[in-house]
């Protein structure tokens, strides 16, 4: 059985977190591909040792990451597979999305784009599955052709949460406006 994104992530010692965290940071400056394990050293002040004490590779700080910011996803997921096939779970999980990704804007903008990263969310079987599971509960258990294509685009939609256009929109307005897009692109697709 798989362990889940949540339990990974509190699986965590604080020193992994703090590891975790530092790298966040780094990687939404400088991507994932461009931050060494020397530079998350540096930010933690300790060693590359100590860091490899913590995680044997950069690739576990990744996917550490990975486990940190999508539990929150995971959880607002299980909750909604639970309440059954409602409107009313859908639109709860929609809103927990958008919560997720607005609140986290400023670290995701810079990592949207990182291909590193974008390669681990797709290949790294927890992260792929929650997604699978994620989009088969918002748009329906049938990822066809036009359910993909349509998770394609309200993934871009909840995404543009990080564009320059909205920086400067506070995060409740900013939430608004996305839930309204993404309740038309979910609900009213025709």
């Known amino acids: ?31 994932v591909g461009g931050t060494s394990l020397g530079m998350i050293a540096d930010a933690l002040g300790v060693t590359k040792a100590a860091v490899y004490y913590q995680f044997s590779t950069k690739e576990a700080i990744v996917l550490g990451v990975l486990d940190v910011k999508l539990s929150p996803l995971e959880a607002a997921l299980e909750e909604a597979e639970a309440a059954g096939s409602t409107l009313a779970a859908r639109e709860g999980l929609l809103a927990a999305v958008i919560d997720v990704v607005v609140h986290n804007r400023h670290d995701l903008g810079a990592m949207q784009g990182d291909p590193v990263l974008f390669r681990y969310l797709r290949d790294h079987e ?10 088969s509960v918002l748009l329906g258990d049938d990822l066809d052709v036009k359910a993909r294509t349509r998770a394609a685009v309200l993934s871009s939609a909840i995404g543009a949460a990080a564009h320059p256009f909205v920086v400067d929109l506070d995060n409740e307005t900013l939430s608004v406006e996305l839930l309204d897009i993404t309740r038309r692109l979910i609900f009213r697709p025709g």
Not at 126 to 135: C, D, G, T
């Open 1 to 31: 059985m798989t362990t889940s994104l949540r339990e990974r992530a509190a699986a965590c010692t604080p020193a992994q977190r703090r590891t975790i965290d530092v790298a966040i940071s780094l990687f939404a400056t400088h991507g």
């Open 126 to 135: 927890p992260s792929r599955q929650m997604w699978v599971r994620l989009f």
